[in-house]
Structures are given as structure tokens and as C-alpha cells.
């Protein structure tokens, strides 16, 4: 089992900036990659962001690409997501996700261990 847990979300003007967290503990050696997901009110959860454990390589949603990046340490078992230019339609719940095997990156069934979620809320 991995447990993951987010934090970092919060309140902040349109234009800028927050970091999320998501720490790994358990049976994080079996991690293939994680990713970043999102849920608004009413609309349905949608992937943002993925990163392979061992080379680090990436993958972003069109909406954000540009804005937001993705990373990792090892060490800390922890993946980050960097949110710049922030707007108000990125207001959402965000969830980190990992998964045990490479596969589709956005579908959600393929990831194996969700977090509880941090609230990002974004005023115009």
C-alpha cells in the first residue's frame, strides 16, 4: 500500500502562485509514476500533470501547460506541482495520484492509490 497526502492548496489572486505537495509513504518502491488531477464544483475530475518516478519525464493537460510544472524528489518521496499564473477556472480540489505500471496517463482506473485532496480556489 502508498499512502499519499496533499497540501499547499489555499486562496489566491488570479495571476498568482501556489506549490502543492504530495508526500508518499509505504510501499513507494513499487511507484511507476504519479500525476496531479483535478476536480471543479460540478465537473468532473480531470487530469493536470504526470511525472515518471525513476527519469522524471513529463506530461501536462493543455490547459496548463506553460503555467504549471510537475516534479519529484526521491529522496523526499514527494511530488510537487508548481501553479503560476494562476485563474479562476483553475479553482478546484486537486488529488496526487501513483501508479504501479506505464499506461494511458490521463485514464484515472490506471492509477492505483489516490490522495485525500487540497482545495485551490482562485479569485478574479
Known amino acids: 500500500q502508498v499512502q499519499l497526502v496533499e497540501s499547499g492548496g489555499g486562496l489566491v489572486q488570479a495571476g498568482g502562485s501556489l506549490r502543492l505537495s504530495c508526500a508518499a509513504s509505504?510501499?513507494?518502491?513499487?511507484?511507476?509514476?504519479m500525476s496531479w488531477f483535478r476536480q471543479a464544483p460540478g465537473k468532473s475530475r480531470e487530469f493536470v500533470a504526470y511525472?515518471?518516478?525513476?527519469?522524471?519525464?513529463?506530461y501536462y493537460a493543455d490547459s496548463v501547460k506553460g503555467r504549471f510544472t510537475i516534479s519529484r524528489d526521491v529522496a523526499k518521496n514527494t511530488v510537487y506541482l508548481q501553479m503560476n499564473r494562476l485563474k479562476p477556472e483553475d479553482t478546484a480540489v486537486y488529488y496526487c495520484?501513483?501508479?504501479?505500471?506505464?499506461?494511458?496517463?490521463?485514464?484515472?482506473?490506471?492509477?492505483?492509490?489516490w490522495g485525500q485532496g487540497t482545495q485551490v480556489t482562485v479569485s478574479s
Open positions: 495520484a501513483a501508479r504501479k505500471m506505464a499506461g494511458v496517463i490521463a485514464t484515472q482506473t490506471s492509477y492505483d492509490y
Open positions: 509505504g510501499r513507494t518502491a513499487s511507484t511507476y509514476a
Open positions: 511525472i515518471t518516478w525513476s527519469l522524471g519525464n513529463t
